[in-house]
């Protein structure tokens, strides 16, 4: 079994958050960026489904800042093998676009499984992994916590709302949107790190063409507070204290 | 106008909350201008769930064993075809698992676009404008899509009440597409909750850690400031993920959703999916050093203290009595 893996990266917003000048994106300029969390669960799953079964696993990503360390990360996790895709679009690239990129490379490549994210926190226009099942017009299941291999294919555990979930049986070649791996990501020590700089990733050139998307950015701006919150500022001695009061004055404190 | 047309959910026979609100939005953008209210119930008891769903001028139902319980491809097969045989120039899908799972999937094989995380929906001209929650909760981006269009609504923004009501309720049954016959994925079984588990909805106080307390090592500091409150520990998302906590201790889109008397929020940013499980508490407090996280929207009492210097000081502080 050959298991693609698509790992994104995104804008890692704990700081303050700059608006370009045409009030549409966010500035790129100066922003660190992080692995999407969900995508750092693909991972772990199509690494525990290779523990479990065997398979041979290939992390690949769209080209960009960042993305040679992120593949590298991936080898030292236990990934196989590791592919960019080389493109020229701006990022956020909406699902629809990078579906496209992605199909044309499931081709060249060859897999029998896609693991990918649930969601991204800026995929505002579609969620991969069902656009890219569409897409190939492969069987899909997203919000997951669970995967192993069965007789017939992959049984894989859906998760909704309220502590109910499903288990479904799905043929291959499938996409999956990951929304926690069947254990938590592992640790991957410096010495891992270190030793996976020098894998060679491979380049994916692929021919694509795309239209422009149905839907676009108008504006981004700060969401408007209620308003109502109070900020208590001070020593955390000072701001216990007060919080002390509050709730002692609301009735919620242990009695 | 071809009208609006909301994807009803529905669980063991009952429609869920979420579609009622989705019936509100739909009802406004039809007043609005895209003429009549439609919605379409995919089950294998499709007609007996009809009844439940008054908001709605049409009822569009469809029968087939595979479409109960729920099944990513098969809903995917059977909205398509509904949606071929209206043509809505609007689908409502509620931002959840489901809508996750299903709305792009709709959206490439009808060949319309998508636009996700609303929480507010208007007309401009031929086009839908929405307002979506993007980076977890810090920015809105204000769209514009060309219609028909897909979009995934945000739980919570809509009036659940107000979606009830108001419609013709015309049933409509279409005849299930033949290509879901041959399947790729197929229900095997279902989980509910245990209930001898941890049920967070029975508590009134809630000390809820979030990323921010960096390690199973460090729940200690919250889980003392909880058991001096006489709270429940509780976790977002990404503690659950780390497994950090315990799954029947998450709080958020999806986990349980909470409304206690106190809820003291430490370390969490405050994305939409955990807003929506927790923004309906009395008393919110919110500890988080960032201090443009969404958290902070919602929270009645804030501060950008450091928890692991905070939360030691208010036990202490409770502690004294």
Same mark, same amino acid.
């Given at each position: ?255 | ?17 979420? +579609? ?104 401009? #001209? ?47 049954? =279409?005849?299930?597409?033949?290509? =879901? ?18 049920? =967070? ?10 990323? #921010?307390?960096?390690?199973?090592? *460090? ?25 950090? =906590?315990? *799954? ?54 804030? +501060? ?18």
């Amino acid at each position: 079994m050959h298991i693609l893996v698509v790992m994104r990266l995104i804008p890692d917003l704990v700081e303050e958050v700059g608006i370009t000048t045409d009030g549409k994106g966010i500035d790129r300029e100066w922003i660190d960026l992080k692995l999407n969390e969900f995508d750092d669960h693909a991972l772990e799953e199509a690494i525990l489904l290779k523990e479990s079964g065997g398979a041979t696993v290939t992390a690949v990503a769209l080209d960009g800042e960042g993305v040679n360390r992120l593949l590298q990360s991936a080898i030292a996790r236990g990934a196989d093998h590791a592919a960019k895709i080389v493109h020229d679009i701006p990022p956020p690239i909406p699902a629809a676009v990078a579906a496209e990129y992605l199909a044309a490379a499931v081709k060249i490549i060859g897999c029998d499984l896609v693991l990918t994210g649930v969601q991204t926190t800026e995929d505002l226009f579609g969620q991969l992994a069902p656009t890219l099942a569409a897409r190939l017009d492969w069987p899909q299941v997203s919000a997951t916590s669970g995967v192993e291999l069965g007789d017939k294919g992959l049984l894989v555990q859906q998760e909704y709302s309220g502590g109910f979930a499903a288990t479904h049986a799905v043929s291959m070649p499938a996409v999956l949107g990951i929304q926690a791996a069947s254990r938590p990501p592992r640790y991957v020590s410096g010495t891992k790190l270190r030793e996976a700089m020098s894998v060679k990733i491979r380049d994916i050139a692929v021919s694509v063409e795309t239209a422009p998307y149905g839907s676009e950015i108008m504006s981004l701006s700060l969401p408007e507070s209620s308003g109502r919150v109070e900020m208590i500022d001070g020593t955390a001695e000072v701001v216990a204290g007060r919080l002390a009061t509050i709730l002692r004055d609301r009735g919620l404190v242990k009695r | 106008m071809a009208g609006v047309l909301v994807y009803v959910e529905s669980r063991g026979g009952a429609v869920q909350p979420v +579609t009622y609100e989705l019936l509100d939005a739909a009802r406004r953008l039809a007043t609005a201008g895209l003429g009549e209210v439609i919605c379409c119930i995919l089950a294998a008891d499709a007609e007996a769930i009809a009844p439940q769903l008054q908001g709605a001028d049409r009822i569009v139902t469809m029968q087939h064993a595979s479409l109960s319980p729920y099944s990513a491809e098969a809903h995917a097969i059977a909205l398509a075809s509904v949606i071929e045989s209206c043509p809505p120039d609007l689908v409502l899908i509620a931002y959840d698992s489901v809508g996750l799972d299903l709305g792009s999937c709709v959206s490439v094989r009808t060949g319309r676009p998508i636009v996700a995380y609303c929480t507010a929906l208007g007309l401009g #001209g031929d086009a839908l404008e929405a307002s979506s929650l993007v980076y977890g909760g810090k920015l809105i981006a204000r769209t514009r899509t060309r219609l028909p269009a897909v979009a995934l609504v945000v739980p919570g923004c809509f009036d659940e009440e107000a979606g009830k009501s108001g419609g013709r309720g015309e049933i409509v049954p =279409l005849r299930p597409p033949g290509a =879901l016959e041959s399947r790729r994925v197929e229900f095997v079984s279902a989980a509910a909750p245990d209930p001898n588990e941890l049920d =967070l909805t029975k508590f009134d106080r809630i000390v809820c850690v979030g990323r #921010g307390i960096g390690g199973a090592d *460090k729940i200690p500091v919250a889980a003392e400031l909880a058991a001096v409150l006489g709270a429940e520990i509780a976790g977002s998302r990404p503690v659950i993920d780390s497994g950090w =906590l315990p *799954k029947a201790r998450q709080v958020g889109k999806s986990g349980t959703k909470v409304k206690p008397k106190l809820y003291i929020a430490a370390g969490v940013s405050g994305a939409p999916e955990h807003l929506e499980g927790m923004k309906g508490a009395e008393c919110i407090i919110a500890v988080n050093s960032d201090p443009k996280a969404p958290i902070f929207d919602v929270a009645h009492y804030g +501060t950008n203290c450091d928890l692991f210097e905070l939360l030691p000081a208010l036990t202490q502080q409770l502690r004294k009595g």
